[in-house]
């Protein structure tokens, strides 16, 4: 079987493929590829409330091409999620119709609880040691998803309006500032020790790598505080010419970093696991179940 995932983000538009083996008693999930485009429609909405014309016709054609891609792929189903900036603008229910009509793409806007669900259905949970306790962290360009878990069981979970792309236009209002750090002094109370942390999004993702590490070895927060000054200190054209970053990641990395340091210096988080999964990938599991259940059920 074949899926597709579409999520639709503040910074950037994806599109996952995924194909799915039933050939044992556990499926197998195994990625086939994944397109991004640089959309950026939070630049819009933490600024304006709304997306421009001019942005809407880009996402039409991306949605467009992507319907095209599933149509070669001949995917068994496919779901597109629109997070933070699309739930946000004045006319993103305007503009998911229109698309709509354009292109024949269904886009759910979902709100942070879900985006989070979706995220940690994963089986983030199953990877680490389950006796511990273990701190979450999805950073995306609107917002950032925190929950808690421990022996493989969800404590706290809740989404927070700081973003990367929110944080460079400036709109990062000091209410959710604040709601985030009375957030983050319950998990203390009810997780007073050090906690190891899971990171998601692209930035985490990119930060992993250009540390240089192996796939499943833990980015210290040392090691991410060099980084971080590293990159501060570094123009963004030797940002995107030096280390070789796109040009809408070599400025949101900054702003990532500094989410990521916040939250782990608060909560005495010493080391980051990075998987490499999203809600793209959550998607997929979504499906893959809701498939299974139909063919399963009686005629």
Do not use: W
């Not at 891609?69 to 229109?98: C, F, P, W």
Request: hydrophobic share 40%; with cysteine.
């Amino acid at each position: 079987m074949k899926f597709a995932a579409i999520d639709i983000g503040s910074n950037a538009i994806r599109i996952l493929f995924y194909n799915v083996f039933e050939d044992g008693e556990v499926p197998v999930f195994k990625k086939i590829s994944l397109t991004r485009l640089p959309i950026r429609l939070g630049e819009d909405v933490f600024s304006d409330g709304r997306i421009s014309e001019r942005k809407i016709q880009k996402l039409i054609r991306s949605m467009s091409a992507f319907k095209a891609l599933m149509d070669v792929h001949e995917v068994n189903g496919y779901r597109a999620y629109a997070t933070s900036a699309m739930r946000e603008a004045e006319n993103g229910l305007e503009v998911i119709q229109k698309i709509y009509f354009e292109t024949g793409m269904v886009i759910n806007i979902i709100d942070g609880k879900t985006e989070a669900d979706v995220i940690f259905s994963n089986k983030i949970t199953e990877a680490p040691d389950p006796k511990k306790s273990y701190l979450f962290i999805d950073v995306g360009g609107g917002s950032t998803e925190i929950t808690l878990f421990s022996k493989n069981k969800k404590i706290l979970s809740s989404s927070f309006n700081i973003g990367t792309v929110r944080m460079l236009t400036g709109k990062v209002m000091e209410e959710d500032r604040k709601r985030m750090k009375l957030f983050l002094k319950e998990i203390k109370e009810k997780c007073p020790e050090d906690l190891h942390g899971i990171g998601s999004g692209g930035n985490i993702n990119r930060l992993h790598k250009l540390a240089a590490l192996k796939e499943g070895k833990p980015l210290s927060v040392k090691k991410l505080k060099d980084m971080y000054n590293t990159l501060k200190a570094m123009s963004y054209h030797d940002r995107t010419h030096i280390l070789g970053l796109n040009t809408d990641r070599a400025d949101v990395i900054i702003p990532a970093c500094e989410i990521f340091l916040y939250i782990c210096k608060f909560c005495n988080v010493k080391q980051i696991i990075v998987p490499k999964i999203g809600l793209s990938d959550g998607i997929i599991k979504e499906l893959y179940l809701e498939h299974k259940t139909a063919t399963e059920e009686p005629a």
